[in-house]
Nanobody, 125 residues
Framework: QVQLVESGGGLVQAGGSLKLSCAAS????????VGWFRQAPGNEREFVAA????????VYADSVKGRFTISRDNAKNTVYLEMNSLTPEDTALYYC??????????????????WGQGTQVTVSS
């Protein structure tokens, strides 16, 4: 079992920045991939970014490329999502998740089997 706790969400104005954290505990493994997903009211959950703990390989959704950066600190079992140039369209509940997807499947939510409770990000216009 892996427990995930997200933090760092909040209210920010358009154009602002936030840095989310995903702290993992329990049966963590260097073979895991950590992904960030988000879900806005009335919308389906969508992929944001993912990183492999071992190699640091990353994948981003097109909608966040160039604005968001995912990184990891394996010593702290923590993955970060730095979000810049935020827009109201980024408003959502942000979840982190752990799985072992192949590289081409890192954006699929069904490849992840442990999920956190989420942290709310609200961007005002």
């Amino acid at each position: 079992q892996v427990q995930l706790v997200e933090s760092g969400g909040g209210l920010v104005q358009a154009g602002g920045s936030l840095k989310l954290s995903c702290a993992a505990s329990g049966s963590t493994s260097s073979s895991h991939t950590v992904g960030w997903f988000r879900q806005a009211p009335g919308n389906e959950r969508e992929f944001v970014a993912a990183i492999r703990r071992s190699s640091g390989a990353t994948v981003y959704a097109d909608s966040v490329k160039g604005r968001f950066t995912i990184s990891r600190d394996n010593a702290k079992n923590t993955v970060y999502l730095e979000m810049n140039s935020l827009t109201p369209e980024d408003t959502a509940l942000y979840y982190c998740a752990v799985g072992q997807p192949i590289l081409s499947a890192m954006g699929r939510s069904d490849m992840y089997y442990y999920w956190g409770q989420g942290t709310q990000v609200t961007v005002s216009s």
